[in-house]
C-alpha cells in the first residue's frame, strides 16, 4: 500500500490549508484512516481519524477548527484545517489500517510540512 500526501506549506495564523492523502495498492478493505502530527521536540500525536462508516475522532487541540473527510471510492482522505495557529505548525502524517486477508495492516505517508507564521 502506498500513501500520497500533499497539501502542506506556509500559511499565516488563521489561515486555512486542506491536506490529501491518496492510498493506491492493494488496500483490501479499510478500517480507518487518520492524521498524525509531530512538531520538532515532540512526540507524534493524532490529529484526526476517520473510520469506514464515517466515525470522526479529534484531538482536543484541534475540535472546532479540523475537518476531516474521506471519498471511499477514491481511498482518499481529507484534512480541512482553519484558523490555524503557530502551534499547528509540524510534519504531517497520514496514516491507514485495514485488513487484507489473512492479516490487518498499517501504513505511513511520508509526512508533509505545515508551517503557521507570519
Known amino acids: 500500500v502506498q500513501l500520497q500526501a500533499s497539501g502542506g506549506g506556509l500559511v499565516q495564523p488563521g489561515g486555512s490549508l486542506r491536506l490529501s492523502c491518496a492510498a493506491s495498492g492493494r488496500i483490501g478493505s479499510i478500517n480507518e484512516m487518520g492524521w498524525y502530527r509531530q512538531a520538532p521536540g515532540k512526540q507524534r500525536e493524532l490529529v484526526a481519524g476517520?473510520?469506514?462508516?464515517?466515525?470522526?475522532n479529534y484531538a482536543d487541540s484541534v475540535k472546532g477548527r479540523f475537518t476531516i473527510s474521506s471519498d471511499n471510492a477514491k481511498n482518499t482522505v481529507y484534512l480541512q484545517m482553519s484558523s490555524l495557529k503557530p502551534e499547528d505548525t509540524a510534519v504531517y502524517y497520514c496514516?491507514?489500517?485495514?485488513?487484507?486477508?489473512?492479516?490487518?495492516?498499517?501504513?505511513w505517508g511520508q509526512g508533509t510540512l505545515v508551517t503557521v507564521s507570519s
Open positions: 496514516n491507514i489500517k485495514g485488513r487484507r486477508w489473512p492479516t490487518s495492516y498499517e501504513y
Open positions: 476517520v473510520t469506514s462508516d464515517g466515525t470522526t
